[in-house]
């Protein structure tokens, strides 16, 4: 299954140069090991995506939630990068 989902600036450049691989997501989807995730970056400042994304494959699921009161419940997920494009050009690909 893949998951579109945004993901902010600050997140996005850390995933894309493979220093963060440990992603926490609203519970409220059904992510499964070898699951792709689509996470496309919004800028907030001017609410539009840019042209940033990245695919990356869900390689653990940590059991359970972390419930973070009225935000909700999170699932912690560990992502390996497949590939990270960018508005110039592709920058990785594992």
Known sequence: MIHELKILPVSFFPISLNSKSIELKKGSR???????????????????????????RIVYVRPGVINYGSKGNFIVLTISVIITYTVDQVINMN
């Open 30 to 56: 059904n992510y499964s090991i070898n699951d792709y995730l689509h996470l496309k970056e919004f800028d907030q400042e001017n609410n539009r995506y840019t042209e940033n994304e990245i695919i990356a």
